[in-house]
């Protein structure tokens, strides 16, 4: 059974930063892409971030750029954001999601809140 396990959101104030980790289990997913997704209340989920399996190819969103980073260690079937300089607007429900060309996966999402 697969599961994607997040952790690390939580209450912020602006500025400040954090790092999410996601964690899957149940098969190896080396070669799939793992990335993150929010949403915000009253607002359509957006991908935030993206990275290929071999980690050599990442996507960010315009707004987040220069102030997240995403990384894996598929040793540990683990990908992490690290979120800096965050603001009121990055506030929302971070998921992790993991895909291959036939798999999709979603984790049950962690809250970040950013406080003005």
């Known amino acids: 059974q697969v599961q994607l396990v997040e952790s690390g959101g939580g209450l912020v104030q602006a500025g400040g930063s954090l790092r999410l980790s996601c964690a899957a289990s149940g098969r190896t997913f080396s070669t799939y892409t793992m990335g993150w997704f929010r949403q915000a209340p009253g607002k359509e989920r957006e991908i935030v971030a993206s990275v290929t399996w071999k980690g050599n190819t990442t996507y960010y969103l315009d707004s987040v750029k220069g102030r997240f980073t995403i990384s894996r260690d598929n040793a540990k079937n683990t990908v992490y954001l690290k979120m800096n300089n965050l603001t009121p607007e990055d506030t929302a429900v971070y998921y992790c999601?993991?895909?291959?060309?036939?798999?999709?996966?979603w984790g049950q999402g962690t809250q970040v809140t950013v406080s003005s």
């Open positions: 999601r993991v895909t291959s060309w036939n798999d999709d996966y």
